[in-house]
């Protein structure tokens, strides 16, 4: 698997021309609604399965999509098994959609979630007015003069950020700075490195 869309539960704004090319669709528990909202036949349904439609689940069966279920006594969010999956498989883009709305708990363990599975992925969570970017690449494509933000998931040694109207060269940024939220781009092609630590940025669309 290459090119991977994960919906979530939840509210989804997304519009079927929003996505890109993919070989693999997996639909979290009732996320697998708004996939045949769009359009989308799912390769697989994931979790506990204790919020999709009866009749989405009927539909799948026939589309022969291959259904994992799990005992909603478990360990682990839907998400986090759907994240298992894909790396035991080996996917490299993923991008993830729905999980727009609901309880805060449930959007920082996604996060949380994507965080710790991302290595050497690209992996996008699209959102409304907002894109959630874990990069696999030093250069980034933001349209000139949008806002983006990294956001430090941990401590950062040596920062680079290049292309913006606030440059930052080899800095370390500790966990909860915000030194560097609220940019903006000045050219299409972000340069940003980091020799160690875990961060995300969070485009404007």
């Known amino acids: 698997m290459k090119n991977i869309i994960v919906s979530l ?19 979290v528990d009732s996320g697998t609604d708004y996939l045949y909202k769009l359009f989308l036949i ?48 080996e996917g490299k883009n993923i991008t993830v959609i729905g999980g727009e709305s609901g309880d805060l708990d449930h959007f920082f363990g996604n996060l949380l979630s994507i965080a710790a599975f991302h290595k050497k992925e690209y992996i996008e969570w ?32 040596g920062v680079s950020i290049n292309g913006a109207r606030w440059n930052v060269k080899n800095e370390d940024i500790n966990f909860g700075s915000t030194k560097t939220l609220r940019n903006i781009a000045n050219q299409g092609l972000i340069k940003v490195r980091v020799e160690s630590g875990n961060y995300c940025l969070v485009i404007d669309n």
């Open 42 to 89: 799912p390769n697989l349904i994931i979790g506990d399965l204790d919020s999709i439609s009866t009749k989405t689940l009927e539909r799948a069966q026939k589309d022969s999509a291959e259904i994992i279920r799990y005992d909603t006594d478990k360990d682990k969010t839907d998400l986090e098994l759907a994240l298992d999956y894909i790396k035991i498989n």
């Open 126 to 157: 699209k959102q409304s007015n907002q894109n959630i970017i874990f990069p696999n690449s030093e250069l980034i494509n933001i349209k000139i003069g949008k806002l983006f933000s990294l956001i430090p998931l941990s401590n950062l040694e």
């Open 9 to 27: 539960g939840g509210e989804c704004s997304i519009t079927r021309d929003q996505l890109e090319e993919h070989d693999f669709v997996i639909g």
